[in-house]
T-cell receptor, first 110, second 115 residues
Framework: RKEVEQDPGPFNVPEGATVAFNCTYSNSASQSFFWYRQDCRKEPKLLMSVYSSGNEDGRFTAQLNRASQYISLLIRDSKLSDSATYLCVVRGTGFQKLVFGTGTRLLVSP | GAVVSQHPSWVICKSGTSVKIECRSLDFQATTMFWYRQFPKQSLMLMATSNEGSKATYEQGVEKDKFLINHASLTLSTLTVTSAHPEDSSFYIC???????????FGPGTRLLVL
């Protein structure tokens, strides 16, 4: 079983739609959780950290459910510029190691 | 702030040659840098963790004699792919962790194509 699992998509949505991505992780000892965004042929960029209490940054909302080992990302009012691959990232065993999911591809169309 | 650069951004080489990739933290000191590899349609896979002034820690399955890592200063780490072969063709990305901070900042990546 992969340490971090995501639905690869693609998710095709029209502009203005709300879309949600899910991610599960296998290591219950994981301490930190993130969503990164990766554009085609580019490096990943940090979108937001994920906290147990849930957190929001503009149109983006992230949730963490430690009991179910489940992380989510909600994007409201999708923009064309949101088209990218969204990577679920977990800080695994050991203090510094990040473990990446394979990513969920989002395509927002006019 | 928190800018990481990589050089070169892409390289094409013949099989059997060695390729050196540089990773620099431009505006902060990074005690720890990380090297990842990403094949098409796959996730980033950590290759090794590089600590300034000490030997790198390699992930299982990564040959330390093939992927030489040097982290000689707080702002520079290098990855040398020795005797590169076509199967080494990939997207190599470094990241740097600001001392005392949790977030990793990624370089723009280096595309390696071995013919």
């Amino acid at each position: 079983r992969k340490e971090v699992e995501q639905d690869p998509g693609p998710f095709n949505v029209p502009e203005g739609a709300t879309v949600a991505f899910n991610c599960t992780y296998s290591n219950s000892a994981s301490q930190s959780f993130f969503w990164y965004r990766q554009d085609c042929r580019k490096e990943p960029k940090l979108l937001m950290s994920v906290y147990s209490s849930g957190n929001e940054d503009g149109r983006f909302t992230a949730q963490l459910n430690r009991a179910s080992q489940y992380i989510s990302l909600l994007i409201r009012d999708s923009k064309l510029s949101d088209s990218a691959t969204y990577l679920c990232v977990v800080r695994g065993t050991g203090f510094q190691k990040l473990v990446f999911g394979t990513g969920t591809r989002l395509l927002v169309s006019p | 702030g928190a800018v990481v650069s990589q050089h070169p951004s892409w390289v094409i080489c013949k099989s059997g040659t060695s390729v050196k990739i540089e990773c620099r933290s431009l505006d902060f000191q990074a005690t720890t840098m990380f090297w990842y590899r990403q094949f098409p349609k796959q996730s980033l896979m950590l290759m090794a963790t590089s600590n300034e002034g000490s030997k790198a820690t390699y992930e299982q399955g990564v040959e330390k004699d093939k992927f030489l890592i040097n982290h000689a200063s707080l702002t520079l780490s290098t990855l040398t792919v020795t005797s590169a072969h076509p199967e080494d063709s990939s997207f190599y990305i470094c990241s740097a962790e600001m001392t005392g901070r949790e977030t990793q900042y990624f370089g723009p990546g280096t595309r390696l194509l071995v013919l």
